[in-house]
């Protein structure tokens, strides 16, 4: 298996409520990234968990939380959002390290994210 | 910091022209070097990589060579098709970390 899944794929929500994104991957790898992408930009690093430890917080709002449960599960919880968070939500994941390096991510198709 | 420069898009051809988009890098280490692609609608894929200088990473047709003495690392195709209208980000990975940086994406129209 060498991919990561991604649900949902699209997501519209209110200002006022909860909603969580999902992301696996079986590929054993321990390294697993969220990404934000507005239209016609690169993708934006919000979060790093490295073996199951949150590594890198891009100083992202609170009112976004990520959970990494397992090693090929990674959550991102959304409450409270804005209209100006709409976008593709991406994760990704890669061998730790040295094997990042030499081999890169490997990205989900992303959920599209609406906020009303 | 490590920064990634692509040329400016759209680029526009006609099916069958030869494709160049310059990419060029700057970094504190010693890279390795990716070329991934979005099509409408969906994630990224990685096209294609090279991890030294002078390595060339081929897929699909499209190839890119890592020259280290002018730091750039150009995706080149041969003749394109409708097919491969898409964006194209450059990117890099600098020696034990775990961060990707992308450059700014190129945006490839290919018409018949």
């Known amino acids: 298996d060498t991919e990561v899944t991604q649900t949902p794929k699209h997501l519209v929500m209110g200002m006022t409520n909860k909603k969580s994104l999902k992301c696996e991957q079986h590929?054993?790898?321990?390294?697993m990234y969220w990404y934000k992408q507005k239209a016609k930009k690169p993708p934006e690093l919000m979060f790093v968990y490295s073996y199951e430890k949150l590594s890198i917080n891009e100083s992202v709002p609170s009112r976004f939380s990520p959970e990494c449960p397992n090693s090929s599960l990674l959550n991102l919880h959304l409450h409270a959002l804005q209209p100006e968070d709409s976008a593709l939500y991406l994760c990704a994941s890669s061998q730790q390290g040295q094997g990042a390096y030499s081999y890169g991510y490997t990205f989900g198709s992303g959920t599209r994210l609406t906020v009303v | 910091g490590d920064s990634v420069t692509q040329m400016e898009g759209p680029v526009t051809l006609s099916e069958e022209a030869f494709l160049t988009i310059n990419c060029t890098y700057t970094a504190t280490g010693y890279p390795s070097l990716f070329w991934y692609v979005q099509y409408p609608g969906e994630g990224l894929q990685l096209l294609l990589k090279?991890?030294?200088?002078?390595d060339k990473g081929s897929n699909k047709g499209f190839e890119a060579t890592y020259r280290k003495e002018t730091t750039s690392f150009h995706l080149e195709k041969g003749s394109v098709q409708v097919s491969d209208s898409a964006v194209y980000f450059c990117a890099l990975i600098t020696g034990g970390g775990n961060k990707l940086t992308f450059g700014t994406g190129t945006q490839l129209k290919v018409e018949l």
């Open positions: 090279a991890t030294k200088a002078d």
């Open positions: 590929m054993g790898h321990r390294a």
